[in-house]
């Protein structure tokens, strides 16, 4: 991990029978670019997504332990497509990429979710523009738990819709 030191390779984690990695997972997709709190939004080159992935977004924990994986889409996959020359900082330095929050991290780890995936590069929150700084606690609270939440950035869910004709929730 590239926030954890003495854990093991990808190699080891998927060839390890204890984790559910290599099996079918039953996920949950949460479509949160429909949000309604705006404060929670943020616009870049026209689309509109969520920046902060909050807890009152999230299921509650009986619903969530029902899956294996929990997909989040927070809208930010159509700006990933757009390719990185068009994505730029603001002028403090923010990106205003999506995350999700401590809360969050910890309330899909009692789920016992399997895998948490997103839509954006990282789950970690940008603190700082000018050097760019994110936060480094959302890693070790998925990936330190036991079994660990493993992660996966840089979903593409703005092609779920379009491929299956809606998108599951």
Known sequence: SHFLEHTPDLEAVLNNPTYRLNLPMLARVLDLSTWPDAQCFY????????????????????????????????????????????????????????????????????????????DCVTV???????????TGDVHPVLLGHEPPVFILEGVAGDRIAPQAGFVPT
């Open 43 to 118: 616009t870049q080159n026209g689309v509109r997504y969520c920046e902060r992935v909050g807890l009152e977004m999230l299921p509650p924990m009986s619903d969530l332990q029902q899956y294996d994986a929990l997909v989040l889409l927070t809208g930010f996959g159509a700006v990933m497509r757009q390719g990185s020359e068009h994505f730029h900082p603001d002028v403090a330095g923010f990106y205003h990429l999506p995350y999700i929050t401590v809360e969050v991290a910890h309330r899909v780890a009692a789920a016992a979710i399997s895998v948490l995936a997103i």
């Open 124 to 134: 970690e929150c940008q603190t700082q523009g000018h050097p760019l700084l994110m």
